[in-house]
């Protein structure tokens, strides 16, 4: 793996804290050390009880996908990374928001690495993150790299951002933003619905963080919340939570 310098990282300028990595280095064949850094809040992922919001911690070893792909394994710009399985946990002791802005560091082994040719086709990142030494936790995360054209064929009509636009429905109307640990009606990701389980997710294309460029799918930041945050949300007057 070669280093290059073709990408910006973050942090400045970085208007929302949408960047989150701020350098890389490559250590031996197939691994990385990726760095970032956490502001001390988050115009949409904010603290919660005095802690960073985990997620920050998928969002970083999101943004690392394209970033490996690209510096490391030269996978032309314009390829499409396509996640197959992802799972992640956190050190809660370690998420404290401090008196700085944290600055974390991801180790990165990758595995199950394919190619088509020259090119890489796929692998698996095995992520161990840490903070000043401290375990912050682990993450792993398999994608597959696909061509503007074999991507284009995956997703048939989909593709087409004008046709994906075009067909956009109405936002469903949000919960009380207390009841889904948001301060704001913009940031409710969730709709309720007729069933107790069951919730309809509220994919706001005006969105500035979530959708901060024309995509042709709901992004990860979109349903990853709903995934963690209705489960320590407070219960509704009606029993619901």
């Known amino acids: 793996m070669k280093k290059r310098t073709s990408f910006i990282l973050g942090p400045a300028p970085n208007k929302h804290q949408l960047v989150l990595l701020t350098g890389w280095r490559t250590s031996p064949p197939d691994e990385c050390v990726v760095t970032a850094q956490w502001s001390r809040t988050h115009s949409f992922s904010t603290p919660d009880g005095g802690h960073h919001d ?25 390829h499409r990374q396509v996640w197959d399985a992802f799972s992640y946990s956190t050190n809660p002791e370690a998420l404290a928001v401090g008196s700085t802005p944290a600055d974390i560091t991801l180790r990165i082994r990758c595995s199950g690495i394919s ?21 912050l936790g682990t993450a792993e995360a398999g994608f597959t790299n696909q061509s503007e054209a074999v991507y284009r064929r995956l997703r048939g009509g989909n593709a087409d951002l004008d046709e994906v636009a075009a067909r956009t429905i109405p936002l469903p109307p949000p919960p009380t933003p207390r009841r889904v640990a948001r301060d704001r009606f913009h940031d409710v990701v969730l709709s309720p619905t007729s069933s107790t389980r069951r919730a309809q997710l509220r994919a706001d ?3 500035p963080i979530l959708f901060d460029h024309p995509v042709d799918h709901a992004p990860a930041c979109c349903s990853w919340k709903p995934c ?13 939570s």
């Open 115 to 135: 190619r088509r040719g020259r090119r890489l086709a796929g692998l698996t990142m095995h992520v161990t993150a840490t903070r000043d030494g401290e375990l």
């Open 205 to 207: 294309v005006n969105h």
């Open 54 to 78: 985990p997620l920050l911690l998928a969002e970083s070893v999101r943004q690392t996908t394209p970033l490996l792909s690209h510096v490391a394994y030269e996978v032309p710009f314009g």
């Open 228 to 240: 963690v945050r209705p489960r320590t949300a407070p219960p509704s007057p009606d029993g619901e």
